[in-house]
Nanobody, 122 residues
Framework: QVQLVESGGGLVDTGGSLRLSCAASGSFFSINKMSWYRQAPGKQRELVAAITSGGITNYADFVKGRFTISRDNAQNTTNLQMHSLSPEDTAVYYC????????????????WGQGTQVTVSS
């Protein structure tokens, strides 16, 4: 099992910045991809950014140039640096990890954090 704990959310003014962090712990062999998703009230959860264990990143079009995802494989952590925030970025942000439980099985399991609220005031 993988436990994911997010931190760093809060209230910020339009144009401001926030840094979200996610730490993975528990019993697992490896974590392949770590991602950030968000869900605004009344909307579906959507991918914000993802990073593989090799450092390959993927961003949603609506955050390109504003958000940066990073990762520390040794610490099993990922960060999301957010700049130029707007009210449209207001949502609960979730950390996601795709992990292998053991070295003996290639099966990938999906884990979610509890989410952290980001609110951008206009």
């Amino acid at each position: 099992q993988v436990q994911l704990v997010e931190s760093g959310g809060g209230l910020v003014d339009t144009g401001g910045s926030l840094r979200l962090s996610c730490a993975a712990s528990g019993s697992f062999f490896s974590i392949n991809k770590m991602s950030w998703y968000r869900q605004a009230p009344g909307k579906q959860r959507e991918l914000v950014a993802a990073i593989t264990s090799g450092g390959i990143t993927n961003y949603a079009d609506f955050v390109k140039g504003r958000f940066t995802i990073s990762r520390d494989n040794a610490q099993n952590t990922t960060n999301l640096q957010m700049h130029s925030l707007s009210p449209e970025d207001t949502a609960v942000y979730y950390c996601n990890a795709e992990a292998r439980k053991t070295v003996w099985s290639p099966a990938i399991f999906n884990y979610w954090g509890q989410g952290t609220q980001v609110t951008v005031s206009s």
